[in-house]
């Protein structure tokens, strides 16, 4: 691989950073790689992570600037990077990949093009494959997704070569040691900002963690929020778990309280991971800490938990009160990719290396094209500006060169006020609004 090599991670989420920039680390790794020339660029959107959740992921770059989509692609014009992880929702890595299309529709020395998921896929299987079809790689977290991500595309008559099993990024950290030497066992529920989604099922789960404390003095129930008030995640986040602790009947036990931080630091000092269907539960099972995935609110595919069928995993909070810790099954482990071995990233960094080794790579080839999607692709590319040949629209590309830093500090302000409405919005407007709609 040549020395220099430069690596640049589009996201659009906290988790997402996570997971593009370790990405990023498995594929270019060692000096001359990731190391040294790792460029964050996060998109701008309602859950563009703010400088206290980059923070908590422990991943930095040499620089981290927020950007549209159509300026991304005007600093790959003028910048040259060699591998491109796109770490984005389906709809803008389609928009990145017609963007670099446009950039160069013969063959030329472009990045190479990587993208995947950020843990378990559990819907819009379909949909999140076929728009980031046309990619050089889409990572695949396991045998399993390998197999189902094959599939779908050959079943749709595309191309499937770019599938390549990998693992989750950040499954690691030291294996799991009972409590003791005067340790409290830790027992820790893993939210999640958009499941469930109503009041009351967030409420349930939350009653039923100071429950669990309450019956067990001696252990300490950590509840694991990704983010404050205020803050975004990957999903909109309507009824957040600090203002629903404020309003729980008789509050939160002495030996339970809301936590932050890094997963990988809670999950330390686990004994019990418990959550509906967080992909931390992959991250606990990778270290053998005993992992629940309740059953409480029924096993539904819009919870996600129906991915854990077979785990071992599924219980509820009233086995959990009763003393079970959960067992996880071998061969589901094995064929999810939760205990990868050591050369799981093998076969993507050989052919990463052998990608980024060629002269001149050809065009992406997206399976949408304005030909076969004429209904879907020129409105999804528009939402990020981009014309249909993917182009960018008239003035998309952010302000011209001579734009005075005030003003350009005037619309960094005016976007953070948006947000914040856009926040308070959903936040606090809605459920008043829906509540008057029930009277």
Known sequence: MPVSQRVAVLADSDTRWKWGALTARRLVPGPGGTGGHLTGFLLRGRATPTARQLGEVGVDADRTTEVTCAEFLAELRREHYDVVVLALVGGAVQAVLHGVRALWPDPAARPVLVTGYVGVVYEKLADGLLLRHGADLVLANSRHDADRFRAAYEGAGADARAVTETALPFLGGAPYVPAGGGRAPTVVFAAQPSVPESRADRTYLLRRAAEHARAHPGREVLIKLRSR????????????????????PGGLPANCRLVYGNMGEVLDGADLLVTVSSTAALEALHRSVPTAVLTDLGIRESLGNHHFLGSGCLVSWDALDAGLLPRADPGWLAAQGVLPGPGAFDAARARVAELTALPLLPPPAPYYTPATAPGYLPG????????????????????????????????????????GAYRHGVQRVAPLIRRVGEL
């Open 229 to 248: 008030p205020g803050e975004h995640t990957t999903h909109l986040e309507e009824f957040p778990y600090q203002r629903l602790a404020e309003r729980l």
């Open 380 to 419: 999804l590319l528009a939402r990020h500006h981009l014309a249909p040949d993917g182009t960018a629209l008239p003035g998309a590309a952010g302000p011209a060169d001579g734009e005075s830093r005030l003003r350009g500090w005037a619309r960094g302000r005016l976007r953070e006020a948006a947000r």
